[in-house]
């Protein structure tokens, strides 16, 4: 079972409404289901593969994410085009941190912002995400 791929399943699942609308809670509660399966050790890859690959979206959403070399959503990935060179000096943006469900781990959420909430885990109410 390829650990990456099942990162992209747990980082796709807060953007899927934004990126298939009224279809977000299928695909939400197929990707649920199947995180759940992969950690009773079950090899889930294809089918998650499968969900993924359910809508031109989420598609191209998982493809960004698999090609990061960083492993990062494509939303937090850093842009850079030939017409634009950057500031001098040594700088670089700063990362996003990652935080997960504490009960499973099939929930991830990134912090842009210092001051953004941490959200609860949308499968464990009253649980709180934690950095991982």
């Known amino acids: 079972m390829d650990e990456e791929v099942l990162d992209v399943a747990r980082s796709i699942r807060p953007y899927l409404p934004s990126l298939v609308g009224e279809h977000a809670a299928d695909i939400d509660g197929r990707l649920r289901r199947l995180l759940q399966q992969a950690s009773s ?36 990935q850093a842009t850079r085009t030939a017409d634009f060179a950057g500031l001098p ?26 001051g953004d909430p941490v959200p609860e885990c949308p499968d464990h109410p009253g649980k709180k995400l934690v950095r991982g």
């Open 41 to 76: 050790g079950d090899d889930v890859e294809e089918e998650i593969l499968v969900v993924l690959a359910s809508s031109p979206e989420t598609h191209n959403w998982a493809a960004g994410m698999l090609g990061d070399e960083d492993g990062l959503p494509p939303e937090l």
């Open 89 to 114: 000096g040594t700088g670089e943006p700063v990362d996003a941190v990652r935080y997960v469900c504490p009960v499973d781990g099939a929930y991830a959420w990134w912090q842009t912002f210092v």
